[in-house]
């Protein structure tokens, strides 16, 4: 197991990505702390991790309040003596272009992403300084945050923000050993996610801001190199990958598990006949 003695804490873990990562690490070892700003997806991940026999508490915080996130730093180092492993993950969708996204949504929206990651890493970081421990962070990106989307101007700020957070904060907390990495997934297989909320017992996905037209499905056959999506599970492997000692080399990278979404040449098509051309 990579992970083992380990902890990790984990935002945003409704029963989609980040539950699957956080079940993923606890499947390599780790014990986990799991937030959320929905205490039952907090609630159910914690119980899930725990029933498959590591340690875990759940706790029910807004990644943008930072009195919320000092008290939840704490309570980590409170029940299990420290933080190894932070994975920023939490995130709001609302697909809205710059024309129309009201000032206070466009707010929220990076707010929830880029100064929940900021105030994450900020009081982590100072715990694991404090406590002279090894770590290291991992930044959930998307593949949105490496291309120009349109109509989804919040979403894709924050990500592209998020890649040079991850550089910034690497370069500054190497001097202390800390590693500092994000991690870019791409569109996702939702069976998985599904599959989680029935086990869980949750409702999953919730009602989401803004609107995307039909043409946005993706069809994985005829867009992503690999002719399909990735699953949470992809994910999760990659996370724990990042977040061992294999990678005790890598800092300020970005890894992108997309099928070979962002490597792919703009005008190649997998689909057509241009592929065999
Ligand atoms: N689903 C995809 O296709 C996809 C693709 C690329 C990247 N991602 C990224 O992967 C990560 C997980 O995505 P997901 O699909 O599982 O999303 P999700 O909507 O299922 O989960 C996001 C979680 O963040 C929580 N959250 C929102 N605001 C919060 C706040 N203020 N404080 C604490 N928690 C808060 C929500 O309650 C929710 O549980 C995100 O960073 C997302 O941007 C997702």
């Known amino acids: 197991m990579k992970l083992e003695g380990k ?42 991790v725990a029933a498959s026999g590591r340690r875990a508490i759940a706790i029910a915080c807004d990644v943008t309040d930072e009195t919320q996130v000092t008290a939840a730093v704490d309570q980590a180092k409170e029940a299990f003596g420290g933080i190894d492993i932070l994975i920023n993950g ?41 406590l002279g421990r090894w770590g290291n962070m991992i930044n959930i990106i998307s593949t949105a945050g490496h291309q120009g989307e349109p109509g989804n101007i919040g979403y894709g700020t924050s990500k592209g923000g998020l890649l040079n957070f991850t550089r910034s904060v690497a370069m500054e907390l190497s001097e202390y050993g800390i ?36 043409g946005w499905v993706p069809n994985p056959s005829a867009t992503v190199p690999l002719r399909r999506l990735p ?12 977040a061992s000692e294999e990678a005790e080399m890598i800092t ?3 890894l992108r598990v997309d099928a070979g979404a962002i490597s792919k040449y703009w005008i190649w098509d997998p689909g057509t006949e241009m592929a065999q051309s």
């Open 7 to 48: 902890i990790a804490l984990v935002t945003g873990t409704s029963p989609n990505i980040m539950g699957g990562i956080a079940e993923g690490l606890a499947e390599e070892g780790a014990d986990l702390v799991c937030i959320d700003i929905n205490p039952d997806y907090a609630e159910q991940c914690a119980k899930s």
């Open 90 to 130: 939490a995130t709001l969708f609302n697909t809205k272009g710059v024309l129309n996204m009201p000032l206070d949504e466009w707010r929220r929206q990076t707010d929830v992403m880029l100064t929940g990651a900021f105030l994450f890493t900020k009081h982590t970081a100072k715990q694991m300084i404090e």
């Open 179 to 214: 590693r500092v990495n994000s991690l870019t997934p791409t569109a996702t297989d939702r069976t998985e996610g599904l599959e989680r909320a029935k086990r869980w017992g949750v409702d999953w996905p919730p009602p989401r801001l803004g609107e995307r037209s039909a």
């Open 231 to 242: 699953s949470p599970s992809h994910y999760a492997k990659a996370a724990a990958f990042l």
């Open 252 to 254: 300020g990278m970005d």
